[in-house]
């Protein structure tokens, strides 16, 4: 096969390699092997593998920027919507938000609302070994402000300040914390699915 | 918001071929998997089976993220085989997982264009 050829094949290839941001080795390895094999195939259709043939098959792959997009938005979110994992949707989502910016603002949103849960998931189970100092304490601050805090039981029991909920904490806490982590994959998911939707396949 | 308006300005204008593509697009899954059925194959010849078998316009830039899609989904699988060509070929395979989906969507396929045909009668009937 003439050299040329080869190098429009190599060229078509790598810039496809480059746009497959984020995706592992291995599948990447896997993508470009698989379009290298059909490229020579399409082009050898018809006997002999020409520069001509070779154009054609690249032609009808499209650009190689929208094959990437392509690849990365049906496998990642794909995975993310059968998935109910928060790690595997942060995983898709940190992805999708380098693509878009309402990517962006659905990581951003979610990556909130897991905090929050987790954070009532952990108050609760820090007030099983720290009665006097876990919970949700109120606070007035130096300008007479009332404060919520969130506290983990590290440190001495404050002087000033009013534990809300005592040990209510426990069950409220998780089932909140529980309810949001839910919610939060929920949300996403939801998003994720309308996203792919609005993406038109030619 | 403008880009909202020429979305919908577009769709009014080309609502029908809009609809064409979303249709084609909705079965291409479908049309992949049922290719499938009798063995496996390698992404150009599903390509080839699409267009000989059916009226399904497909893009080559479509039909392979899709075949990575549906086996990152587990409806198929996939392996490397040597070929005459001097390159390895990538073939996919239903996995049970897959069988049993393809069997539901023709299930569902049936059900809908039968309940379609019948409201449809009336036009083939003429005026």
Not at chain 1, 36 to 44: G, L, P, W, Y
């Amino acid at each position: 096969m003439a050299t040329d050829v080869q190098q429009r094949i190599e060229a078509y290839l790598s810039r496809l390699r480059g746009r497959l941001r984020g995706v592992n080795g291995e599948e990447v390895r896997e993508i470009v092997e698989e379009l290298r094999s059909h490229i020579m195939d399409k082009a050898a259709a018809s006997g002999a593998v020409t520069a001509a043939g070779v154009d054609a098959a690249l032609a009808a792959l499209g650009s190689p920027e929208e094959l990437a997009s392509q690849y990365m938005t049906d496998n990642l979110l794909a995975r993310a919507e059968v998935s109910r994992s928060p790690l595997q949707i942060l995983k898709s989502l940190f992805r999708w938000a380098s693509l878009s910016v309402a990517g962006f603002f659905v990581l951003l949103g979610s990556i909130v609302g897991y905090f929050f849960g987790v954070v009532l998931m952990l108050v609760a189970v820090a007030k099983l070994f720290h009665p006097r100092t876990a919970g949700l304490w109120t606070y007035r601050d130096s300008t007479g402000d009332l404060e919520l805090s969130f506290r983990l039981g590290f440190g001495s029991v404050p002087g000033v300040g009013k534990d809300v909920l005592g040990w209510w904490i426990v069950p409220i806490g998780w089932l909140l914390g529980c309810a949001l982590v839910m919610l939060t994959t929920h949300i996403a998911v939801w998003f994720v699915r309308q996203y792919r939707r609005s993406l038109v396949l030619p | 918001m403008y880009l909202a308006m020429k979305e919908r300005d577009a769709s009014g204008q080309e609502t029908g071929d809009k609809w064409e593509i979303q249709l084609r697009k909705g079965c291409l899954e479908l049309a992949i998997l049922a290719a499938l059925w009798d063995g496996k194959l390698y992404g150009l010849e599903i390509l080839r089976r699409l267009e000989s078998g059916s009226d399904l316009i497909v893009s080559e830039g479509t039909v392979y993220p899709l075949l990575s899609r549906l086996k990152a989904l587990g409806l198929v699988r996939s392996e490397w085989v040597e070929s005459d060509a001097g390159h390895p070929r990538k073939y996919y395979a239903l996995t049970p997982a897959g069988k049993q989906r393809v069997r539901e969507m023709a299930g569902m396929w049936a059900r809908f264009s039968g309940s379609m045909s019948k409201l449809l009668a009336p036009l083939a009937r003429g005026e």
